[in-house]
C-alpha cells in the first residue's frame, strides 16, 4: 500500500468548475510535490513545498493553485481549466535536504488522480 | 543535446535473461540517481536510488554509477515478465527538489 494517498483517483471536471485534489502522507516528510503527466510523457513538476512553504513554481498557470495546510497534506485547487490539462496529477513526498548535503532524498509518489476536463 | 537521455525503446528481452537500462545526463553537478518503475496506468515506484560512484544491488537489481562518464544504469537479472514496465531514470541536480526526469524505456519481458 502507498504511503502518499491521493484523492480522489479519477476526476471528470467541466472547464467553469471548481474542484480540488488532495494529496496525504503519512512518511514524515517535510518535502511534497504536485507533478503532471501526460500519456507516454515523463512527470513535469509543478510546484514543490518545503516546511509547508512553497519553494518551487515552475511557472504553472494560475488555474493552478497549491496549498500546504500543514506538513502532511498538500491541495491543488483547480479552476477555469483547459482541455489540454487533461493527465494524471501526481503528488509525492520526500526527506528534506540533509543538513551540511546536496544531495536530492528520493520522491515517493502516490497513485495519481486521473483528471479529465471536458 | 537533451538533460537526461535514455536508451531508446522498446527493450525486448526473454525471460531470465538479464535486462540493460541505461541514462546519461549533462549537468556535471547532479548528485543524486534514481530509478524508477511506472507501470502501465499507475504512478512511479521507486526502485534505486544511487549516489555514489560503482555499484548498488538490491535483490535482482543492480544500479551502475559512473560520474566521470556521466552515466547511470540499470541490470535487472532473472528477469520476470512483471517487471514488464516503463523504466524512468532521474536526475537531481544542483537545484534542490528538482528531478529531472529521462523519457523512459519500455522494457518487455516474453515468456
Known amino acids: 500500500d502507498t504511503e502518499v494517498t491521493q484523492t480522489p483517483k479519477h476526476l471528470v471536471m467541466g472547464m467553469t468548475n471548481k474542484k480540488s485534489l488532495k494529496c496525504e502522507q503519512h512518511?514524515?516528510?517535510?518535502?511534497m510535490y504536485w507533478y503532471k503527466q501526460k500519456a507516454k510523457k515523463p512527470p513535469e513538476l509543478m510546484f514543490v513545498?518545503?516546511?509547508?512553504?512553497?519553494?518551487i513554481n515552475e511557472s504553472v498557470p494560475s488555474r493552478f493553485s497549491p496549498e500546504c495546510p500543514n506538513s502532511s497534506l498538500l491541495n491543488l485547487h483547480l479552476h477555469a481549466l483547459q482541455p489540454e490539462d487533461s493527465a494524471l496529477y501526481l503528488c509525492?513526498?520526500?526527506?528534506?535536504?540533509?543538513?551540511?548535503?546536496?544531495?536530492?532524498?528520493?520522491?515517493?509518489f502516490g497513485d495519481g488522480t486521473r483528471l479529465s476536463i471536458l | 543535446q537533451k538533460e537526461v537521455e535514455q536508451n531508446s525503446g522498446p527493450l525486448s528481452v526473454p525471460e531470465g535473461a538479464i535486462a540493460s537500462l541505461n541514462c546519461t545526463y549533462s549537468?556535471?553537478?547532479?548528485?543524486?540517481f534514481f530509478w524508477y518503475r511506472q507501470y502501465s496506468g499507475k504512478s512511479p515506484e521507486l526502485i534505486m536510488s544511487i549516489y555514489s560512484n560503482g555499484d548498488k544491488e538490491d535483490g535482482r537489481f543492480t544500479a551502475q554509477l559512473n560520474k566521470a562518464s556521466q552515466y547511470v544504469s540499470l541490470l535487472i537479472r532473472d528477469s520476470q515478465p512483471s517487471d514488464s514496465a516503463t523504466y524512468l531514470c532521474?536526475?537531481?541536480?544542483?537545484?534542490?527538489?528538482?528531478?529531472?526526469f529521462g523519457q523512459g524505456t519500455i522494457l518487455t519481458v516474453h515468456p
Open positions: 512518511m514524515g516528510h517535510r518535502a
Open positions: 532521474a536526475i537531481g541536480g544542483t537545484s534542490y527538489g528538482k528531478l529531472t
Open positions: 549537468d556535471r553537478g547532479s548528485q543524486s
Open positions: 513545498y518545503s516546511y509547508e512553504k512553497l519553494s
Open positions: 509525492a513526498s520526500s526527506q528534506t535536504r540533509i543538513i551540511g548535503g546536496d544531495s536530492n532524498q528520493p520522491q515517493h
